[in-house]
């Protein structure tokens, strides 16, 4: 059964700093990652979409990275800014499931201080 | 291009009432999802509907939750009776097709459901 965990739960960081949000996964049979980002009271977001062929993707000051074989991927947010603020969840599908639908971590609560 | 649309936005009932929340998916995507999230947990997949036909509702509390996607668009998720335990944000989501075959999931804004 695939397990998707996020670490760590909540980050709180001095904004203008770069940071690092971790994903690991337990089944590396995926076919795909994706990251979101959820506001509070708002749904989600989506961010960056990583497929299993690639390696890492980029958008902005995002750039998210995936090694299937160890069963993670990681979420960089440079020059991080108080708009960065909010829950990133990544999820993977699952891919013994119907039709893959998606299995989520908890989040990553960030909080990016002027 | 429009986004996925959820209605209503909050809902406050009381146990063993019920309730029905209203999903319109981004306009020629064939799956839609209903996930439940409770507060300080990632979304858990309720149901999944390829056109008008469910691929999967085994996490679906048949007893009291129902849901449908008449003529393959619309979809309406309905809590009949509620229980105190079912507060939670009701999201609804649409794709192309499975998110294992055609990647992104894009989210509605939810539907945030407190029952006393």
């Known amino acids: 059964k695939q397990e998707v965990t996020q670490i760590p739960a909540a980050l709180s960081v001095p904004e203008g700093e770069n940071l690092v949000l971790n994903c690991s996964f337990t089944?590396?049979?995926?076919?795909?990652l994706q990251w979101f980002r959820q506001d509070p009271g708002k749904g989600l977001t989506s961010l960056l979409l990583i497929q299993s062929s690639q390696r890492e993707q980029t958008s902005g000051r995002l750039n998210a990275s995936l090694d299937k074989s160890s069963g993670r991927s990681t979420l960089y947010i440079a020059a991080s800014q108080p708009g960065d603020s909010a829950t990133y969840l990544c999820?993977?599908?699952?891919?013994?499931?119907?039709?893959?639908?998606?299995?989520f971590g908890k989040g990553t609560k960030l909080s990016v201080k002027p | 291009e429009a986004g996925v649309a959820q209605s209503p936005r909050y809902k406050i009932i009381e146990k063993r009432q019920s309730v029905a929340f209203w999903c319109n998916p981004i306009s020629g995507h064939a799956t839609l999802y209903w996930y439940q999230q409770i507060l300080g947990q990632g979304p858990k997949l309720l149901i999944q509907?390829?056109?008008?036909?469910?691929?999967?509702d085994s996490q679906l509390p048949k007893d009291r939750f129902s849901a449908e996607r008449l003529k393959g668009v619309d979809s309406t998720l309905k809590i009949q009776p509620a229980k105190l335990e079912d507060s939670a944000v009701y999201l609804c989501?649409?794709?192309?097709?499975?998110?294992?075959?055609?990647?992104?999931?894009?989210f509605g804004e939810g539907s945030r459901l407190t029952v006393l």
């Open positions: 999820a993977v599908p699952n891919y013994g499931g119907s039709q893959g639908n998606l299995i």
């Open positions: 509907f390829q056109n008008n036909g469910v691929v999967d």
């Open positions: 989501a649409s794709s192309l097709g499975s998110p294992g075959l055609t990647g992104e999931l894009f």
């Open positions: 089944d590396s049979a995926i076919y795909n």
